[in-house]
Nanobody, 121 residues
């Protein structure tokens, strides 16, 4: 199986920055897409940003120009650099990785445990 360990959440003032990391370990054969989702209290989980194996990215409109997603394939790690944070960015952020554990098996989606990001003065 694949395990995901997230880090980097916390409390930050409006306008501040945080960097989230998510490392995949275990029986990882190869990884396709990696991404970040978030879920604010009382709301549905939503996509924040995705990065594909070829390097292409896709960001939710409200974070474009403020957030940047990147990945280190050698470390099986995805990052989310969050700048100019706003109170409405407050949520639990979840890492999502699409990976397979063998060279012939299907790809499956794996989720991290979530990390709280709170933007408040």
């Amino acid at each position: 199986q694949v395990q995901l360990v997230e880090s980097g959440g916390g409390l930050v003032q409006p306008g501040g920055s945080l960097r989230l990391s998510c490392a995949a370990s275990g029986s990882v054969f190869n990884i396709d897409a990696m991404g970040w989702y978030r879920q604010a209290s009382g709301k549905q989980r939503e996509l924040v940003a995705l990065i594909y194996s070829g390097g292409g990215t896709n960001c939710e409109s409200s974070v474009k120009g403020r957030f940047a997603i990147s990945r280190d394939n050698a470390k099986n790690t995805v990052y989310l650099q969050m700048n100019s944070l706003k109170p409405e960015d407050t949520a639990v952020y979840y890492c999502n990785v699409v990976a397979r554990t063998t060279g012939y098996g299907p790809f499956a989606a794996y989720w991290g445990q979530g990390t709280q990001v709170t933007v408040s003065s």
